[in-house]
């Protein structure tokens, strides 16, 4: 394939894009397959010899969207979204052709300096005050990995990177149970151990209380033990659960411990400044980061995280050997200090896209219809018999259940078998849970209330 074939067979992927977004409510959400029906239509063996992109493309067309869970349907309400608008998969396409590796400033000063100006316009967006600077990893978690490895090294005034963690003071990091795995993850990874993550108690709201994480962190100290940080959360997961931001942060710098808030999903939502007081005090945050590719329809894989000082972080994650020195300009912005990979995607260039495509008043109508849908969804599901709303709407995200745990994983085997909409479940205090969450890029009103719909049909 040379590029004169990829003008062609680029051509040809852009009118198969268009249908098949056109042609999506047609589709189950979820496939209805079992595990192996897409291998077992692939040969074992690699070809030996250059094959046909007719042949290669009929092959994708016939056997990939079929086993796929698509994620842009606009009844897809499972999880939180992956989502792609069209300004967001052009940029890609580009990004995609250019194929940039932005280690570097010098390697691509235009992938360096377009995301330092994209993390300025996101701060301005969300309101943040002058001052953060921050960058672009693949996921959260990822984000997430690099302030705890930060926490860790601060703890240990940076020497742990050098002398390992061998005979060191048992450190401890903070968070409460409603925090997302990747933190859980993060501590295993960074060497600070799972048993070593402190979940803090939360109140009846589901917000870490501050009195509780101040006496762990005191009673820790006092075990000879040694707190590096605290992580909170805004916007759970399971079931959008918001810690008390700003009183969390109070007792984590009172104790002088650095703070991460993971806003992963409802920091999209803070471009709308009514919804900002659910994150109150966030200007006091070390380090925070939200995804993009969640609900501003940019494509995966982009998180952002802010931060109010970077210098902790490169001296962290940094590493400059000769190779990767740019002569005369010491001084220069190498965001690969910033994160834990070398390699760096030209990421910056779907968020400039997007957010000039859509501008911030177009995305925030999304973000405003989807909490409106949601709740409007969550009271046609609260009439009717046998329902019961187990948590109210926090944004978009609400759960229900029926009489028991076995009656309501009946419900939602049959809602995905059914396949017109794609819901998922979670454990809220010990009980089966079904978790809606509306934000799909171009999903409708008609789209979402779809889903009590379908609930009554089939409950």
């Keep these: 394939m040379n590029h004169d074939d990829l003008n062609l067979w680029s051509k040809r992927a852009a009118d198969w894009a268009t249908d098949y977004h056109a042609g999506l409510r047609g589709r189950p959400v979820r496939a209805p397959l079992v595990p192996g029906?897409?291998?077992s239509q692939l040969p074992t063996a690699p070809p030996e010899t250059a094959e046909p992109m007719e042949a290669i493309f009929a092959d994708f067309d016939r056997?990939?969207?079929?086993?796929?869970?698509?994620?842009?349907?606009?009844?897809?309400?499972?999880?939180?979204?992956a989502n792609a608008s069209p300004?967001?998969?052009?940029?890609?396409?580009?990004?995609?052709?250019?194929a940039a590796q932005g280690m570097i400033w010098q390697t691509s000063p235009a992938v360096t300096e377009i995301e330092q100006v994209m993390v300025q316009w996101l701060r301005q967006g969300l309101g943040l005050p002058e001052g953060?600077?921050?960058?672009?990893h693949?996921?959260?978690?990822?984000?997430?990995?690099?302030?705890?490895?930060?926490m860790r090294e601060q703890a240990l005034e940076f020497h742990g990177n050098i002398n390992g963690l061998s005979g060191l003071p048992r450190l401890r990091l903070y968070a409460s149970a409603e925090t997302h795995s990747s933190v859980d993850k993060a501590a295993r990874v960074a060497g600070i151990g799972q048993d070593n993550l402190v979940k803090i108690p939360t109140d009846q709201g589901?917000?870490?209380?501050?009195?509780?994480?101040?006496?762990?962190?005191?009673?820790?100290?006092?075990?000879?033990?040694?707190?590096?940080?605290?992580?909170?959360?805004?916007?759970?997961?399971?079931?959008?659960a918001f810690d008390r931001i700003g009183e969390c942060i109070a007792v984590a710098h009172a104790a002088g411990l650095p703070v991460h808030v993971d806003a992963a999903w409802a920091g999209s939502a803070m471009i709308c400044p009514e919804f900002r007081e659910m994150w109150?005090?966030?200007?006091?945050?070390?380090?925070?980061?939200?995804?993009?590719?969640?609900?501003?329809?940019?494509?995966?894989?982009?998180?952002?995280?802010?931060?109010?000082?970077?210098?902790?972080?490169?001296?962290t994650l940094g590493l400059r050997p000769s190779y990767l020195e740019t002569a005369g300009k010491e001084d220069i912005v190498n965001f690969n200090e910033w994160t834990v990979p070398l390699g760096r995607r030209f990421r910056a260039l779907k968020l400039w896209f997007t957010l000039r495509a859509y501008g911030l008043e177009g995305l925030?109508?999304?973000?405003?219809?989807?909490?409106?849908?949601a709740k409007e969804a969550c009271e046609a599901l609260r009439a009717l018999p046998g329902v019961r709303i187990v948590t109210e709407p926090r944004l978009s995200l609400f759960t229900f259940a029926l009489k028991d745990d076995a009656a309501t994983e009946v419900l939602l085997n049959k809602i995905n078998d059914d396949g017109r909409i794609y819901l998922t479940q979670t454990r809220h205090k010990g009980a089966y849970v079904i978790r809606v969450q509306v934000g799909q890029f171009d999903c409708t009103r008609d789209d979402v209330m779809t889903i009590p719909q379908v609930v009554a049909e089939l409950m």
């Design 37 to 39: 029906a897409i291998s």
């Design 63 to 81: 056997i990939v969207p079929p086993g796929l869970t698509h994620w842009q349907h606009p009844r897809f309400f499972a999880y939180f979204p």
């Design 87 to 98: 300004a967001s998969m052009l940029a890609e396409k580009l990004a995609n052709a250019i």
């Design 132 to 136: 953060f600077t921050g960058t672009l």
């Design 138 to 150: 693949d996921s959260a978690t990822t984000a997430t990995l690099s302030a705890v490895l930060t």
């Design 206 to 240: 589901l917000s870490m209380k501050p009195g509780a994480l101040a006496g762990a962190i005191a009673a820790d100290r006092e075990a000879g033990m040694l707190p590096a940080g605290v992580i909170l959360c805004a916007g759970g997961t399971s079931v959008g």
């Design 280 to 315: 109150a005090g966030i200007e006091a945050a070390d380090s925070i980061v939200f995804n993009p590719h969640k609900w501003l329809g940019v494509q995966f894989d982009c998180a952002v995280q802010f931060l109010r000082d970077p210098t902790p972080q490169v001296k």
């Design 364 to 373: 925030r109508a999304r973000i405003r219809n989807h909490v409106a849908w």
